[in-house]
């Protein structure tokens, strides 16, 4: 993530150095011999080191190229490739099945890089995700607390939250504190492929006024009658006055299946 000048602050870098904090999240990836590792913006290359000691293989991907040449010679007769791309763009396709991503993610993406690892026609098995605390908690979220980015990311996967990382162990500090997410990819998925389109229209229909009731949100979302919307919520069992924070992904499924049967 940035060149020998130190940290670019327009590529949202920020170094963590400490070998405690390193070493836990590293052991949170689970790795072992047969393991081939993605490692999303590997930076000054502190976790790969780590990584490199656990798994069979690392894959780097590194956005900026001054560190991406430089990397290699760090890690000499080891398991690495190292790749100058933005992550946004690489293929996860040439990965074998079952690899694992470990990244120190950059705040400005996470969204659109769980959204990329999590949609994948090639997910990972299990991807350890440090990111900013505040978002880490959004997507391990439980009903109550639920949001688009929880369910999209719970929809195929169980998430987890590990140690939290307090601003102060990185260099330059951030101006929030950060936390690990574990993504344990689901080996069957809860909605099929067909119907994510569908699923994530109703799921944004009903997140689309946040501060109203389901059955006004579900009317303005998918451009139906509040009786229609009270009526579908009845009919999948799910209270009109509750908001779409509370609901659960079965909630979403049951909303779905009664909104196509009309």
Excluded at 24 to 49: R, Y
Aim: aromatic share 6%; proline share 6%.
């Amino acid at each position: 993530m940035a060149s020998a000048r130190g940290p670019k602050k327009e590529l949202g870098q920020h170094w963590l150095h400490d070998p405690e904090v390193l070493a836990e999240i590293a052991e949170a990836a689970e790795l072992s011999k047969d393991d081939v590792v993605l490692e999303v913006g590997p930076g000054l290359g502190t976790l790969t080191s780590r990584l490199l000691a656990r798994a069979g293989r690392v894959v780097a991907v590194e956005f900026d190229r001054d560190l991406a040449r430089k990397l290699p010679g760090q890690f000499p007769g080891k398991n690495l490739q190292v790749i100058n791309e933005d992550i946004l763009q690489f293929d996860l396709n040439q990965l074998p099945t079952g690899y694992k991503v470990v990244a120190n993610v950059p705040y400005y993406i996470t969204s659109k890089i769980v959204e990329k690892l999590m949609t994948a026609e090639n997910k990972p098995s299990l991807a350890v995700l440090l990111v900013q605390k505040e978002v880490a908690q959004r997507i391990a979220a439980e009903p109550g607390e639920m949001s688009i980015l929880a369910v999209s990311a719970q929809l195929f996967a169980e998430a987890e939250l590990d140690i939290e990382v307090p601003r102060q162990f990185f260099t330059p500090p951030p101006k929030v504190d950060s936390q690990v997410v574990v993504l344990r990819t689901c080996t069957e998925p809860l909605v099929a492929p067909e119907d994510h389109k569908a699923f994530f229209r109703v799921v944004k229909a009903g997140f689309s006024a946040k501060r109203k009731k389901l059955r006004s949100s579900l009317s303005g979302g998918l451009a139906i009658s509040k009786d229609a919307a009270e009526q579908l919520l009845k009919k999948a069992d799910i209270s009109p006055d509750i908001r779409a924070e509370d609901l659960a992904i079965d909630d979403w499924q049951r909303i779905l299946s009664e909104w196509r049967a009309r």
